[in-house]
């Protein structure tokens, strides 16, 4: 069964920084798109960032010039360092994969095949 496992969430002040990684089991993602989707508490659903098998990068506005999406595929492994950070970026923020490795609708959470359970990020001011 593949599993999408998310760590390094947690409580950072503003300015600080996190970074959230994401080691899918159950099978190799080095060919899978892969993005990162946060949810605050009463909002839907948002796209962060995304990264191709090619490696190309995409960000919401929001996060542009403060995230950093990367993958290491030696080891499996998605990690968002999140920098600069805002009391607005608290949520749960997921790790996605999908098996169409293109950059088509990589802002869409539809289009994901596998989820994580998800990491708290807390940000204080």
């Known amino acids: 069964q593949v599993q999408l496992v998310e760590s390094g969430g947690g409580l950072a002040q503003a300015g600080g920084s996190l970074r959230l990684s994401c080691a899918p089991s159950g099978r190799t993602f080095s060919s899978h798109a892969m993005g990162w989707f946060r949810q605050a508490p009463g909002k839907e659903r948002d796209f962060v960032a995304a990264i191709t098998w090619l490696e190309y990068t995409y960000y919401a506005d929001s996060v542009k010039g403060r995230f950093t999406i990367s993958r290491d595929n030696a080891k499996n492994t998605v990690y968002l360092q999140m920098d600069s950070l805002k009391p607005e970026d608290t949520a749960v923020y997921y790790c996605?994969?999908?098996?169409?490795?293109?950059?088509?609708?990589?802002?869409?959470?539809?289009?994901?095949?596998?989820w994580g359970q998800g990491t708290q990020v807390t940000v204080s001011s």
């Open positions: 996605a994969a999908r098996a169409y490795s293109g950059a088509y609708g990589l802002t869409d959470g539809f289009r994901y095949d596998y």
